[in-house]
RNA sequence: GGCACGUUGGAGAAGCGGCUUAACUCACCAGCCUCUCACGCUGGCAUUCAUGGGUUCGAAUCCCAUACGUGUCACCA
């Protein structure tokens, strides 16, 4: 009998901060690629044992995300499975018993030290750690201190000499010398574990086969193997993700954060981005397709092409310019119906009804990057803009205040009594009129255009945005332009 | 500061010892199209792969050193 293929199951395990940090999100969708491309399971794990920092609906945030961007899970919050519960305060006792075994083993030990004594121990800059001043109480002396009911914590005893070294399915052979770790806290004073201890009891007892997470834990998961040693556990494969950057403006490059400007899912769809483009997107960084020479990639192609050798190991700046791009090229990919679906009811909101506003939709599908753009592209639709700086003056087209003037004076009661009032009627009309007159077409277009928009750049022609403001709006606005050239 | 990891153009990157006079994408620049802009199209944009040594007939690709960068040293995850 040949030995039975282990089934693979890769976790996302956030803690519920309250948003989706671009970063985490990335991390979900490779540990969901890597599950999936392997025909394994991925499941939801909820990290909430710092009590401190419990928000509320957090955890509804994280899985709107998930549900939102397609990475659904096998287990997890919701849905269930066999290891729960998924939400890690829910599972206080188990961590506390299998404390208890690590301290039975002499693999960790119970330390009374107060706050203030180690905050004294760290130097100026805050570097240096515990000096182990508990790490060899006598067993008497525990007991009595745990019946005095002395506040401790528990501790994870690190051999202080050897070598601990792990694969890192990334990053390969990771060495790193024994002394070099702390024995760092399992088991909080308030009874919760920390996430060095959680993760790893929980991962172990959920059957993940491979942890996926950022590299700012490539040098402490000799830590957890340690952990997974001492449990007799064998150890998960590890896959150590290079960190998303961003580039402050004073040039320096760090971990994405909030001074990189937007980088929470949740902001970045508020903000006019698609789901689907950011996710495109985020897949890209700190990975490639093998020979790729394409960019725009679904869910369902990302899965078959993704592979673990293929992520980089070097670290990669979070681009906005390039998130637009992909952002405007899946708003092109839409289809006409679903961007006005997405776009009326902005047009709606902010436009007078009378204008056609299907139209304005239709002219905005291939401008916008955002959906955000919609709004500041029709502002001058939904109202009129004050007249700024002289842009009735073009050089291209030879025209000048005075020029426009008489063509509009012209113009105005052609377009009055012109019978169809759309785009290639009135563009014909306006050539025409170009024509018999002996002005440029280019000058009529200008005069018009600026006159009924007063904006220099707009989501459309001159014969495009009378189409959509309708004959009476643009004659009113026309008129008035006269008015204010004459005056 | 210790330790760990990284280094191909402004950004993402392909490349895995000869087919590379370094793909592709974004950004940028120029031109075309054109009733402004956008879309679209065409072309340009690293003689060089952080630097210095080596190995080799041959290196961006292998080795070493240096520099620089980032991460990490919490009862936060």
Redesign the pocket.
Known sequence: MCEQKQTVKSRF???PTGFMHIGNLRTALYSWLLAKSLGGDFILRI?D??QE?LVEGAVDVIIDTLKMTGLNYDEGPGVGGEAGPYVQSERKEIYRKYADQLVAQGDAYYCF???ER?QQL?DE?G????DRHCRDLSADEVAERLARGE?Y?IRQRIPLEGVTKYYDEV??E????NK?M?D??LL???G?P???FAHVVDDHLMGVTHVVRG??????TPKYALLYDAFGWQRPHYVHL??L?GRGEDG????LSKRHGAVSFQELVKNGYLPQAILNYIA?????P??????IFTLEELQQSFSID?I??????F?Y??L??FN?EYI?AMSAEDFAAVALPVINETCPSYINAAKLAELLH??VTTLAEIAAQVDFIAGRLPMEGDLYTNKKNKTTPKLCAQILADIKPVLAETPAWD?DSL?ALLKDFAAETGVK??AV??AV?VAVARK?????????LLEVLGRDEALARIEQAIAELNA
């Open positions: 395990a956030p803690s990290e044992t710092d920092r030290c107060s706050a180690l760290h800059n570097l240096g750690g515990y506040s914590v990053f390969g990771i060495e790193m010398e070099e702390q760092q806290v909080k004073a308030d919760f920390t996430y060095n590299s700012e834990y490539l040098t402490s290079p960190l950057m320096k490059v760090s971990k890209l960084l700190g990975w490639c093998k020979g790729n020479n394409q960019e293929a980089s190991k070097s670290p990669s700046i681009d310019d390039k637009n791009w405007s092109k291939s401008r785009n563009f077409s280019g277009m200008w255009r220099a750049v707009t989501p459309g022609g001159a014969t495009e």
